[in-house]
């Protein structure tokens, strides 16, 4: 082989290499920025499903009936009292919710969706109640329960006395449900140092130092969960097999407990319609940002009721609007600015505006 066929040969190995590269680095920033926009959506339906938990327990623990009821040990009351809201507000949102009450004993009094524990002795399980009972503060966590989950507890007070408690409970059904129109799957994994207090979730399967939280997923899913893949997600919050991709975040409890993970699954077809058609990612990179036009612009009072944008919320909605949501954002804000002095109007843009360095004299 002459000189110039070996230094052409390995030219084109260099190229080769280098396109290899680049290929693989393009590919790596790629799945990095579907991590963040994933993630973000999940960060987005675990603030929805805290909300809504928790007004929904506020709202119970102030029902005089139920105050009452607790009272007087009519647990039959009670039941049918939280079975009737429960039932009242499925018809509201699409979904049931689970909740029960709670004696000051830590016994259950009442469930909404089965009363067949009532009076079971929950304090071995529940060493936050026992907190509770003295700071008599709300509280709303994810918690290791009997399973994993969000529970928003309110002390239900009467005149100052702790009758009990309200808990309204979240499997995260909903949000496995909004990343299934995504044709994404969400899990819950737990550290099997719970184990004993998730007494429901013991038979569930096991991968590695983790518990399967969530029901309803493939075994075909699973089985590409390796050992392996577990410790990926906890030190780099991905994992990639030949099939699917995982993305992963920790569970934290509100005192910053580490519980598991949520994973959120796409499959690399998925991936790989998103590579071709670059307009699919682009919109689900922009849907919270529309889910928010949405409640904003909708005239139903139950929807708008969760979306009460401050002004300066409403000036940052403006900075991305589509023209025409920007017409009506506009109106929106003159409407309020009319009864604003000319020092509140500065400061309120001022802040809006925080990022960019402002010089001269505003007149």
């Not at 039959?76 to 809201?85: A, D, L, M, W």
């Not at 410790?231 to 910053?256: D, M, Q, V």
């Not at 319609?273 to 990179?285: D, K, N, P, R, V």
């Amino acid at each position: 082989m002459r000189q110039y066929q070996k230094y052409m040969m390995a030219l084109l190995i260099l190229l080769g290499i280098a396109i290899g590269y680049f290929t693989f680095k393009n590919q790596e920033n790629f799945i990095k920025r579907i991590d963040i926009v994933l993630l973000n959506m999940l960060n987005k339906q675990l603030k929805e499903e805290k909300t809504q938990a928790f007004g929904f327990a506020m709202a119970l623990a102030q029902n005089e009936s139920l105050q009452n009821a607790l009272e007087n040990n009519d647990s039959n009351y009670t039941y049918e009292i939280i079975k009737r809201y429960m039932e009242t507000l499925e018809l509201f949102i699409g979904m049931s919710i689970h909740t029960q009450i709670v004696t000051k004993e830590y016994k259950i009094f009442a469930r909404s969706w089965d009363n067949s524990d009532a009076g079971l002795d929950i304090k071995s399980f529940r060493p936050d109640l026992v907190e509770l009972a003295q700071t008599k503060k709300p509280k709303l966590s994810i918690e290791a329960a009997r399973r994993l989950v969000l529970i928003a507890t309110i002390p239900i007070l009467k005149k100052g006395e702790l009758l009990g408690f309200v808990e309204v409970i979240h499997r995260f059904k909903k949000t496995k449900s909004f990343f299934a129109n995504y044709d994404i799957d969400f899990m819950m994994l737990l550290h099997k140092r719970y184990a004993n207090q998730s007494v429901l979730l013991q038979q569930n399967p096991h991968i590695a130092d983790m518990i399967l939280a969530t029901n309803d997923i493939s075994s075909d899913l699973l089985a590409t969960l390796t050992p392996k893949g577990i410790n990926l997600l906890k030190s780099k919050g991905l994992y990639e097999t030949h099939s699917h991709i995982f993305f992963s975040k920790p569970i934290l409890s509100a005192k910053g407990e580490d519980l598991g993970l949520y994973v959120l699954v796409m499959g690399k077809e998925k991936l790989k319609l998103f590579g071709a058609f670059e307009s699919e990612l682009e919109s689900i990179f922009t849907y919270a940002r529309k889910d928010l036009y949405y409640s904003f612009f909708d005239e139903d009072p139950y929807v708008k009721m969760y979306h009460d944008f401050n002004d300066s919320e409403l000036l940052e909605l403006i900075k991305v609007a589509t023209p025409e949501e920007r017409k009506a954002l506009e109106a929106r804000l003159r409407e309020k600015f009319r009864n604003y002095s000319k020092d509140e109007l500065i400061s309120l843009l001022l802040n809006a505006n925080s990022s960019k360095k402002t010089r001269g004299i505003i007149r």
